[in-house]
């Protein structure tokens, strides 16, 4: 047995020299298919069965021993190996980080969603509809007659094509919303209805797209003092002017009666235009009672329902509060306008955080 014995020795000396690689030719050599404790194995057979026995144990025991040691020693150079590499690398977690290029919200969306956000705290629904409308419901149920001026100065496109007999148009105004609102729901109805509409029309206040939001409220008691109140309402929370000077004057919409068209307060001071207290006026909406002919076109009877309604622009609206001087440039998707006048998607408002 001192042959045993005297080969755990050399070979335990052998793996605790050895360094990864070593391990591996050492495990193959002694341990593998025809490594030398394997062949010692082998020859056992010819052994007689004491003899065989106790070198077998003995054999046995040398085997498992190298094993360990060669899988203790392979774990430490592991162990080391991961030791000296935390040493050398190091994390810098003071180094700023790396600015990942980023999308901003369009400052039309934003305007939306602060006019939702408004709106939808006094108790607004959202409607929709669409931008193709046919003539009836953009202008005849709206009570603008063929005729009426107000179709040539809504400077209309009209698209090849009918439906129902009846010619398509690009919505001019989101007004038909109104009507598809009515048609479609009973009264009591309080809704907002911000969407694209479309004019014949291009230079700094006017694209031949642009966005509106429409209001309907109806109901059994509503009068002119609800429409001033909802609206001056709206204005101070929009421009976030709680003594912003809003004026309502009287106008002419054929689906309103009586009808008047909304100013806020500013002041032109060089050239620059300041909203809030001034002494200037700005034109900012329309709106006015509904007509009572416009109620009954919607089969709405308007001896138990009366409302009030209103119109606006958004890229007005967003021009005056975001300073935006030039109406075209929100339709030109240029990215140094996007990222210089878009907002981040934290500023969103919300229904819940307020605005
Ligand atoms: N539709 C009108 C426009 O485009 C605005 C408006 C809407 C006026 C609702 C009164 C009531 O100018």
């Not at 009209?158 to 007999?165: A, I, M, S």
Request: proline fraction near 6%; hydrophobic fraction near 40%; glycine fraction near 10%.
């Amino acid at each position: 047995m001192q042959d045993v014995d005297a080969l755990r020795n050399a070979l335990l000396a052998q793996v605790e020299a050895a360094d990864l690689d070593g391990l591996e030719r050492l495990r193959v050599s002694e341990l593998g298919k025809k490594g030398r404790i394997t062949l010692l194995m082998r020859d056992l057979a010819g052994l007689d069965a004491q003899a065989r026995r106790e070198r077998g144990s003995h054999l046995n025991r040398l085997k498992e021993q190298v094993a360990s040691a060669l899988e203790a020693r392979r774990a430490a150079l592991a162990d080391a190996a991961l030791d000296a590499r935390l040493a050398g690398e190091s994390i810098d977690v003071t180094l700023p980080v790396r600015p990942e290029p980023q999308g901003r919200i369009h400052p039309i969306s934003q305007t939306i969603d602060e006019v939702v956000a408004i709106f939808g705290e006094m108790g607004f629904a959202l409607a929709e509809g669409p931008d193709i409308e046919d003539d009836w419901t953009n202008f005849g149920a709206l009570n603008i007659p063929p005729e009426h001026p107000a179709r040539q100065e809504m400077d209309t496109f009209y698209l090849p094509g009918e439906r129902d007999g009846r010619r398509l148009v690009l919505r001019t105004h989101t007004s038909p919303v109104q009507v598809r609102t009515m048609r479609s729901q009973r009264p009591p109805i309080r809704i907002i209805a911000p969407g694209r509409t479309y004019r014949s029309d291009y230079d700094a206040t006017h694209s031949p797209m642009f966005h509106q939001v429409e209001g309907l409220v109806i109901d059994r008691v509503i009068d002119m003092g609800h429409l001033k109140g909802c609206l001056i309402a709206f204005l101070r929370a929009y421009f976030a002017l709680d003594d912003l000077p809003v004026r309502f004057r009287p106008s002419y919409f054929p689906f309103t009666e009586p009808s008047a068209e909304v100013d806020i307060g500013c002041a032109r001071e060089g050239g620059t235009l300041r909203i809030g207290a001034g002494r200037d006026w700005l034109e900012i909406l329309g709106c006015g009672m509904v007509n009572p002919v416009v109620l009954e076109n919607c089969g709405i009877d308007p001896g138990q329902w009366q409302g009030f309604a209103f119109g606006m622009g958004l890229e007005r609206i967003a021009m005056l509060k975001y300073g935006i001087p030039d109406l075209r440039t929100f339709f030109e998707s240029d990215l140094r306008w996007l990222r210089h006048y878009g907002f981040a998607a934290l500023e969103q408002p919300s229904l819940v955080t307020g605005l």
